[in-house]
């Protein structure tokens, strides 16, 4: 059974911080992560993908990848109240059904 | 470029009944995937079709299916409805085949089951 593990929150920052968010996963053949963005009410956006190790940086979102370690996480900079949403990370896997994690809320508050 | 559309937004079935969604996907996208999202399961895979075939499916009962069309606009059926399909049902596109690349979500139809 593929896992794929967020902590649920809810993660509070305030605004102007960095919010720290992180996802590990089971399945070791995985080669692609994704990061969506989901507001209350709304379906999820795709904001981030990673493929490789290291950091890939787009904007004020930063992704991190360690295969090693079996973690992937994103960095928000700046957060800013509009950030305030929950954050799923999603992990295809080697049998091409992907997994979701159930997500971490985050609020940035003024 | 228009974005992922699924109709209808929202419905209200009783149980026993089926349903019938649609989705168009980004215009150029050939790979569509359907999601079921609850409180309870959270976000998990339905099916993928890619030029009119499954690709993959997970773990659903029989009771849900799907097809796609040659435009690759695509449609999933649900049959005698059970109170816990209440969900929303999201579709996703992406350019290549296979769940690995980056998918857009549609805005989802809100299935409620009395």
């Known amino acids: 059974q593929k896992e794929v593990e967020q902590n649920s929150g809810p993660l509070s920052v305030p605004e102007g911080a960095i919010a720290s968010l992180n996802c590990t996963y089971s399945?070791?053949?995985?080669?692609?992560f994704f990061w969506y963005r989901q507001y209350s009410g709304k379906s999820p956006e795709l904001i981030m993908s990673?493929?490789?190790?290291g950091d890939k940086e787009d904007g004020r979102f930063t992704a991190q990848l360690n295969k090693a370690s079996q973690y992937v996480s994103l960095l928000i900079r700046d957060s800013q109240p509009s950030d305030s949403a929950t954050y799923l990370c999603?992990?295809?896997?080697?049998?091409?059904?992907?997994?979701f994690g159930r997500g971490t809320s985050l609020i940035v508050h003024p | 470029k228009a974005g992922v559309t699924q109709t209808p937004r929202y419905l209200i079935k009783t149980r026993g009944q089926q349903v019938t969604l649609s989705c168009s996907p980004i215009?150029?996208?050939?790979?569509v995937s359907w999601y079921q999202q609850t409180p309870g399961q959270g976000l998990q895979f339905l099916f993928e079709?890619?030029?009119?075939?499954?690709?993959n499916k997970g773990n659903f009962p029989g009771r849900f299916s799907g097809r796609q069309f040659s435009n690759s606009r695509s449609e999933m059926n649900v049959s005698t409805l059970e109170l816990g399909d209440s969900a929303l049902y999201l579709c996703?596109?992406?350019?290549?085949?296979?769940?690995?690349?980056?998918?857009?979500f549609g805005p989802g139809t809100r299935l409620t089951v009395l």
């Open positions: 990673i493929y490789s190790n």
């Open positions: 999603a992990v295809p896997g080697g049998s091409y059904i992907p997994t």
């Open positions: 215009s150029g996208h050939r790979s």
């Open positions: 996703a596109s992406s350019t290549l085949a296979g769940v690995e690349n980056e998918q857009f």
């Open positions: 079709y890619f030029s009119e075939t499954q690709r």
């Open positions: 399945d070791r053949v995985s080669q692609s």
